[in-house]
């Protein structure tokens, strides 16, 4: 039985350029010929948080078209894969300015080597917005997480907040509630699924521009993800939003280390532009691997 052709399957991790670090991702450059169920079924196979797909391309123009998959559905937009990509890309055509066609909406990429010849990715995303979390909508996430209103962060509020996905924005008021983390995995995810979340993401502010964050992702079949590009973008509206940040500010995001796996989103904001900056580094998991089907 044949039930469909070998892929080449890139894997790379994002927002790190050390192999145990960052958050892995499958990256497939010809998916021209994979229809979504295919593209799911591969998805779930490489089994990260997410696995991109370019199903079109003009290299000479630079510009391709990008699809997204967890191991469960497909989703608009995914930082950590949009990182994972371009570095792929620029590996193999050039660093330089790429333009990623997305079902959230257009995605320019610059890539470039810093001065340690390892290869970076700034995405620039879809314009951002951040509105309050409504009553019922927190109340709901924090019974699935086991928190209190106690354990939130007065100074940063609730809100739901939006860079080509949606998040829910939820601040801790010190490091330890943030290290605690043991939800209900499927509460969660019902709860995520009736308002349209993609993560939640859990921040802890150290100082004014630095922050640790932790994403559950229960809708993607995924406790956690050690580092979230689009959930970096939205963080970066919620804090221009809120007017926690100069005219043009870059904060840090440390996520990942809570399970071993560190690492690091730079995220440039301009109160005078909607759209965010997100800054990452991305390394080659080892050769591509070919999954898909064989005649049997």
Request: net charge negative; glycine share 10%.
């Amino acid at each position: 039985m044949t039930t469909g052709p070998l892929t080449d399957v890139l894997r790379y991790t994002a927002f790190s350029s050390d192999p145990s670090g960052g958050n892995p991702a499958g990256v497939v450059l010809d998916a021209s010929a994979l229809d979504e169920e295919r593209m799911l079924a591969l998805a779930a196979e490489v089994g990260y948080s997410e696995t991109a797909f370019v199903t079109a391309g003009d290299t000479a123009g630079r510009r391709f078209a990008l699809r997204y998959f967890s191991p469960l559905a497909e989703v608009d937009f995914c930082g950590h894969a949009t990182v994972a990509t371009a570095v792929a890309l620029a590996e193999r055509i050039g660093p330089g300015e790429l333009v990623f066609d997305t079902p959230a909406g257009e995605i320019p990429v610059l890539t470039a080597a810093d001065g340690e010849g390892a290869l970076h990715a700034t995405l620039t995303s879809v314009p951002t917005r951040s509105r309050p979390a409504e009553e019922a909508e927190l109340a709901a996430a924090l019974t699935a997480l086991g928190w209190e209103r106690a354990d939130l962060d007065p100074a940063l509020p609730p809100h739901v907040a939006f860079g080509g996905v949606h998040h829910l924005v939820l601040a801790a008021a010190g490091r330890d509630r943030l290290a605690d983390l043991a939800y209900d995995f499927d509460a969660l995810a019902e709860v995520m699924r009736r308002y349209g979340w993609t993560t939640a993401q859990l921040v802890w502010r150290e100082t004014p521009d630095l922050f640790h964050a932790r994403d559950p992702f229960p809708v993607g079949g995924v406790v956690e993800d050690p580092a979230t590009g689009a959930a970096a973008a939205a963080f970066g509206g919620y804090l221009r939003t809120l007017g926690l940040v100069p005219e043009a500010a870059r904060v840090v995001i440390r996520q990942g280390e809570d399970m071993g796996r560190p690492s690091e989103l730079v995220v440039d904001v301009d109160s005078r532009d909607p759209r965010v900056r997100v800054t990452g580094r991305a390394v080659s998991l080892g050769a591509p691997s070919v999954t898909g089907s064989r005649a049997v």
